[in-house]
């Protein structure tokens, strides 16, 4: 059974960059499952939101309306995927899954934006 882990700091000040990690077990990132590996975000009182993804060969995907802030890449030798958003607002302010399609979810980290 694949198991995802968010990490990374719960606290961002306004301007800085977003950086979170996704470990993954039970599965490796480089394995084609017809699934992207992506990360999703839940502002407070809001709906989910697809940010971008990263495809079992390394290609990426974004969002249009995040684009030009987020950058995702991958270590594949730790099983891990990495998001960041830069110039966070507190609007950044969320709970941010790392996803294996829609199918498996980690638990969830949640990013405050805040000074």
């Known amino acids: 059974q694949v198991q995802l882990q968010e990490s990374g700091p719960g606290l961002v000040k306004p301007s800085q960059t977003l950086s979170l990690t996704c470990t993954v077990s039970?599965?490796?990132?480089?394995?084609?499952?017809?699934?992207?590996w992506s990360w999703i975000r839940q502002p407070p009182g809001k709906g989910l939101e697809w940010m971008g993804a990263v495809s079992y060969s390394g290609s990426t995907y974004y969002s249009p309306s995040l684009k030009s802030r987020t950058s995702i890449s991958r270590d594949t030798s730790k099983n891990q995927f990495t998001l960041q958003l830069s110039a966070v607002t507190p609007e950044d302010t969320a709970m941010y899954f790392c996803t294996r399609g829609y199918r498996d979810w980690g638990q969830g980290t949640q990013v405050t934006v805040s000074s």
């Open positions: 039970g599965g490796s990132i480089t394995t084609n499952y017809y699934l992207y």
